[in-house]
């Protein structure tokens, strides 16, 4: 069975400094597709990104970065230089490959991040 | 524009009552979901839809029911059956199961 495990409820951090949010998940198949999603207090989830499990390579995108690991079966994200603007809750999610019936999105609880000016 | 759209954003039941949340998209997506969120918690998958006039349950689908008569459409039931309804619930639409899901707005529905 998949699972997605976000230790971290809650997150508070003062404007600039850097901030990471932990994912690890369990899955039995060898293909397998992570994302993360940000909620902000308005309630719409936002898409932020998508790997697949073939492809460890880590990702840059402005101040975001994404760190996967098959090894530790974690998939982290780090804000750099955090803003008030990125204070939302932050959901890690899994989704089984083809050889599982490509299973829809398994969520984690989420980590919500306050930044503070 | 392309999107998906829920509606109402706020509704209240009485309790005894059906009410039906409306979820449209015109991404030409595939697979459509209900996902349920309570406060402080994750979303749970309610029901999902593959294509067309079939949908499969996820893991709290007692008291909720669906129908997928159009691609575009996939409305959510909430029945007096669902004990405890008051929750936010939000709509997606994906090309097709473990793509990129694209959520709509939600709907925050209490009961009264």
């Known amino acids: 069975a998949q699972k997605v495990t976000q230790a971290q409820t809650e997150i508070s951090v003062v404007e600039k400094e850097d901030v990471t949010l932990d994912c690890v998940y369990e899955?039995?198949?060898?293909?397998?597709?992570l994302f993360w999603y940000k909620q902000p207090p308005s309630g719409e989830l936002v898409f932020l990104i998508r790997?697949?499990?073939?492809?460890?390579q880590n990702e840059i995108s402005g101040r975001y970065s994404w760190n996967f690991q098959k090894s530790t079966s974690s998939f982290n994200f780090t804000i750099t230089a955090s803003q008030v603007v990125d204070s939302a809750v932050y959901f890690c999610?899994?989704?089984?490959?083809?050889?599982?019936?490509?299973?829809?999105?398994?969520f984690g609880k989420g980590t919500r991040l306050s930044v503070i000016a | 524009d392309g999107g998906i759209t829920q509606s109402p954003k706020y509704l209240f039941r009485k309790e005894g009552q059906n009410v039906t949340l409306s979820c449209e998209q015109n991404?030409?997506?595939?697979?459509m979901y209900w996902y349920r969120q309570d406060p402080g918690q994750g979303l749970r998958l309610i029901y999902y839809?593959?294509?067309?006039?079939?949908?499969q349950k996820g893991d709290i689908a007692e008291g909720y029911s669906v129908s997928r008569e159009k691609k575009e459409s996939f409305p959510l039931t909430v029945t007096s059956a669902q004990k405890n309804p008051t929750a936010f619930y939000l709509c997606?639409?994906?090309?097709?199961?473990?793509?990129?899901?694209?959520f709509g707005p939600g709907t925050r529905l209490t009961v009264l």
């Open positions: 997606a639409s994906s090309i097709g199961t473990g793509h990129t899901q694209y």
């Open positions: 899955t039995r198949d060898t293909t397998y597709y």
């Open positions: 790997r697949n499990s073939f492809d460890e």
């Open positions: 999610a899994l989704s089984e490959g083809l050889r599982s019936g490509n299973t829809p999105l398994v």
């Open positions: 991404l030409n997506h595939d697979a």
């Open positions: 839809s593959q294509i067309v006039n079939d949908f």
